[in-house]
Structures are given as C-alpha cells and as structure tokens.
Nanobody
Framework: VQLQAFGGGLVQAGGSLRLSCAAS????????MGWFRQAPGKKREFVAA????????YYADSAKGRFTISRDNAKNTGYLQMNSLDAEDTAVYYC???????????????????WGQGTQVTVSS
C-alpha cells in the first residue's frame, strides 16, 4: 500500500488542523493505521492508532483529549483531527499502515510496514 499524508501547515496556538492519509494500491481495510510525529532534534514518536474497522483507537498521553484519529475505508483515507494545538505539537507528522487480520492497533514503529512521506505541522505561539 502507498500512503500520502497531507493537511499540515502553519497554525496559531490553540488552533486546529486535520491531517489526512490517502492510501492506494491495496485494500485499506486490511491495515490498522497509525500516526507518528518527529519534532526537530527528537526521535519519532507515536501519536495515535486505529484498528482496521475503526472500532478501536489508542492515543499517546500527549494526544489524549485533543486529537482524534478516524478513518473512512470507503474513501481509503485516514484522518487525525488535532485541536488545542500548542508549540510542542510542531513536528513532521507521518501516517503508517500495519497489515493485520484482527482489530489490533499497533503502537510501535517497528510494527508498521508502510509509511507516508510526512506533512509538516508548525504551531506558532
């Protein structure tokens, strides 16, 4: 599967953005999907994951209550709605896909086989 993340940009602190991850090449519903981010000078970290049906989600503590992961399998697209953004959310955001036959939600980077190219999110304070 090929992934393309988009929707990043420059936003003021307290604002919102919705990232999208468009999938092509294979049946999107055969993968659980995750979002990761990498801030300047830091390691890439987990943000959120969603199961293949969308019925299960998991969030990093930094994302809980502010971010919402979702997916539309009919459109082969995943989303990350980000609210109440602050400067610490500034990073390149990546979507990733993990092939699975269950409702498992992968959270570790090594579990994901396919990655999008990343989209930059910059939050100005």
């Amino acid at each position: 599967v090929q992934l393309q993340a988009f929707g990043g940009g420059l936003v003021q602190a307290g604002g919102s953005l919705r990232l999208s991850c468009a999938a092509s090449g294979r049946t999107f519903s055969s993968y659980d999907m995750g979002w990761f981010r990498q801030a300047p000078g830091k390691k890439r970290e987990f943000v959120a994951a969603i199961s293949r049906s969308g019925g299960r989600t998991y969030y990093a503590d930094s994302a809980k209550g502010r971010f919402t992961i979702s997916r539309d399998n009919a459109k082969n697209t995943g989303y990350l709605q980000m609210n109440s953004l602050d400067a610490e959310d500034t990073a390149v955001y990546y979507c990733a896909a993990h092939p699975t036959s269950t409702e498992y939600t992968a959270r570790a980077q090594y579990e994901y086989d396919y990655w999008g190219q990343g989209t930059q999110v910059t939050v100005s304070s």
